[in-house]
């Protein structure tokens, strides 16, 4: 039997990693680690086997061609620049019209105007954006469509079970805690290529997953079933071989929320948790899955809105924390990919500094990407500001471009944007091998 140890969800992006914060007109904004609704069961049939896998992911950074990389960045104004590093909220189902919410943030700009005028890294995909299969691909290739020098990362949180943003199309998978309780990796695995090859489907080319958190807490309000279990080295199987799925599919994964979520029992959408681990218990609760998705080749690792004394005395939210993101993440682990803020929109990272503040912040901690900023234009400008200033230095700005393109490259978006097919989609989401598959990991589950 699976063990149900929470109930919160997580940070959607919206037209672009992580989150919450206030809609327009004081509605509530999508958040992360909210849950969304799921579809009607469907009605599985029992396969033969598991598909097969491919080979193990390499890490991104040896995947790239630095030639690529450094001629897309060469041509890049500063402003552009600050640009790849933000995923704001967007709204709309359409790339081309100005739904009511986009004209509150943005004025009379539609999605794609809001993309080409400030060079937008990415965008993320909520279920607001989600209405059908032809829809959804339309909106996806408009958006690229107003990208055509950079093309866009397309992101979305479908980890399956609890947080499924594109549920409403895709197969109804089981999440991670049923999958952890299978104990079987090959299905890990399995159901992150099917998921990846439904994402891709639509156009989407990255997913916020997999949780890489222990959920150690039972009274945890924000991961629980969301995690692959409460045992470091068996979270650590389930979350490489994810990754390794992911990549299977050609669909970037997200390894979060560094240093570790596990043991929190406040939801950092509202508030700002704090972890009482040592760092010897760090290493041998947080850190094994960590390790485990990078030494399986994870595009993206995404910060935590937690507070860990032990790691940073500071008191500021490892999101915010150089000591978390650059000494620990990048120096001591290694990790050479692109490293995401959770939503900036969350409580727990706005408390204290401003929208503003909290973007060069990030910035100069080592996040490179920059999610669902609450007040997006203030962010663009302050982070702009900080690199004219040299607050920020241009080689920390080209630095996260560097590892931004480079992911871009190694999912083969520096040679053109891809062109989403809804006839080939109609084909992947929901096709019977995948249902077949959900079938499988919930009989083993049990």
């Not at 107003?146 to 399956?160: F, H, M, R």
Request: net charge positive; hydrophobic share 40%.
């Amino acid at each position: 039997m699976v063990r149900r140890i929470g109930t919160a969800g997580f940070l959607v992006i919206a037209l672009t990693a992580c989150t919450g914060g206030e809609g327009v007109a004081g509605a509530a904004a999508p958040s992360a680690s909210q849950p969304s609704s799921r579809p009607p069961s469907q009605s599985y049939s029992r396969p033969s086997s598991v598909p097969q896998q491919s080979a193990t992911a390499t890490p991104s950074a040896t995947r790239a061609q630095p030639g690529a990389v450094q001629r897309a960045l060469a041509k890049m104004s500063v402003e552009e620049k600050v640009g790849q590093l933000f995923m704001p909220v967007l709204y709309g189902t359409s790339a081309g019209s100005v739904s009511g919410e986009n004209q509150a943030r943005y004025g009379a700009q539609t999605p794609a105007k809001v993309v080409a005028k400030y060079h937008l890294g990415g965008v993320i995909l909520f279920p607001q954006n989600v209405r059908s299969t032809g829809q959804v691909v339309a909106l996806t290739n408009g958006l690229q469509k107003a990208s055509p020098e950079v093309p866009l990362l397309i992101g979305t949180d479908q980890e399956n079970g609890l947080v499924s943003r594109m549920s409403a199309l895709m197969t109804d998978f089981p999440g991670a805690a049923e999958i952890g309780a299978t104990k079987d990796t090959s299905l890990s695995r399995a159901v992150a290529k099917a998921t990846g090859e439904e994402l891709r489907a639509l156009g989407v080319n990255l997913d916020f997953a997999p949780v890489a958190d222990v959920n150690v807490n039972p009274k945890n309000p924000v991961i629980g079933t969301r995690a692959y279990g409460d045992d470091p080295q068996a979270v650590a199987k389930m979350v490489a071989s994810a990754v390794k799925g992911f990549a299977d599919a050609k669909v970037a994964a997200v390894a979060k929320h560094f240093p570790g979520h596990g043991d929190t029992d406040v939801d950092s959408h509202t508030g700002l948790p704090v972890i009482k681990h040592t760092r010897s218990q760090w290493q041998q609760i947080d850190a094994p899955p960590f390790k485990a998705a990078i030494a399986a080749g994870v595009d993206v690792v995404m910060s935590a809105h937690i507070v860990f004394p032990k790691l940073d005395p500071s008191r500021d939210p490892a999101t915010l924390s150089k000591p978390i993101l650059t000494g620990l993440l990048r120096n001591e682990l290694g990790f050479k990919g692109v490293i995401s803020t959770d939503a900036l929109n969350m409580e727990g990272v706005r408390k204290k500094y401003g929208d503003g503040e909290v973007a060069v912040r990030a910035v100069q901690a080592g996040a490179d990407l920059l999610l669902m900023p609450n007040d997006f234009g203030k962010a663009y400008r302050a982070v702009l500001g900080a690199v004219k200033s040299g607050k920020i230095s241009e080689q920390r700005l080209d630095e996260s471009v560097t590892r931004l393109l480079t992911l871009k490259q190694s999912r083969g978006l520096l040679a053109g944007a891809p062109v989403a097919s809804a006839k080939q989609a109609a084909e992947v989401l929901r096709s019977s091998e995948h249902r077949k598959l959900a079938a499988r990991v919930t009989k083993a589950s049990r």
